[in-house]
């Protein structure tokens, strides 16, 4: 069954530095989504992509944050200058041209010291 | 704005035993309303949905009614068994263009034999 991937499965950064993260998601897919969960509170939306640009975003998604579709595959979101709150779980999820379910990624455990 | 609530747990059953997990939501018209579930080590699996009043959501023996009158989408299984273990996840997507989820803060289920 296809599913969506992401890359790599936990990582640990230093405060300031720039992240990637990377998701691969089901290949018939349209539309693609990153969400983030902090340790003990509620799996938030940050961004939905459609057609090669942000259809939606959240309050969290600020100018720190971007997406891209690189390729035809990838899917990615970059963190410019970690902050310690930006510390998460970070799922990847995607849907086809009906939206009406979302598939997710197994997340990226994302820790900044 | 649209929200969830569900039970937060962690809950431990044995196997055999009947689950409720509760969940209400806040949401203007008529949204859409997702069970999601994450096994230990994967990621967001959808486990039913509803998309409209009265409609029945069903799947590997659990079920979940959607109540507009009482904004409730409460899940239930008859008879848990130790692979449903897991942390499970109220969600809605709001009515209208918006394709965000919503999720409650998630439930960690422990079935023990």
């Known amino acids: 069954e296809p599913e969506v991937t992401q890359t790599p499965s936990h990582q640990v950064t230093q405060m300031g530095q720039e992240v990637i993260l990377r998701c691969v998601p089901i290949s018939n897919h349209l539309y693609f989504y990153w969400y983030r969960q902090i340790l003990g509170q509620k799996v938030e939306f940050l961004v939905s992509?459609?057609?090669?640009?942000?259809?939606?975003k959240s309050e969290i998604f600020d100018d720190q944050f971007s997406v891209e579709r690189p390729d035809g595959s990838n899917f990615t979101l970059k963190i410019r200058s970690t902050k310690l709150e930006d510390s998460a779980m970070y799922f990847c999820?995607?849907?086809?041209?009906?939206?009406?379910?979302?598939?997710f990624g197994p997340g990226t455990r994302l820790l900044v010291l | 704005g649209n929200s969830v609530t569900q039970m937060e747990g962690p809950v431990t059953l044995s196997e055999e035993a009947f689950l409720t997990i509760n969940c209400t939501y806040t949401?203007?018209?008529?949204?859409?309303l997702f069970w999601y579930v994450q096994y230990p080590g994967e990621g967001l699996q959808l486990l039913l949905k509803?998309?409209?009043?009265?409609d029945k959501g069903s799947n590997k023996g659990f079920e979940a009614t959607y109540r507009k009158e009482t904004t409730s989408f409460h899940l239930e299984k008859g008879s848990v068994q130790v692979s449903d273990s897991a942390v499970y996840f109220c969600a809605l997507r709001g009515q209208g263009g918006s394709e965000k989820l919503v999720f409650g803060k998630g439930m960690k289920l422990t079935v023990n034999p």
């Open positions: 999820a995607s849907s086809d041209g009906g939206r009406e379910t979302q598939y």
């Open positions: 949401a203007t018209g008529y949204p859409s």
């Open positions: 509803a998309t409209k009043a009265d």
């Open positions: 992509f459609y057609n090669n640009e942000i259809s939606e």
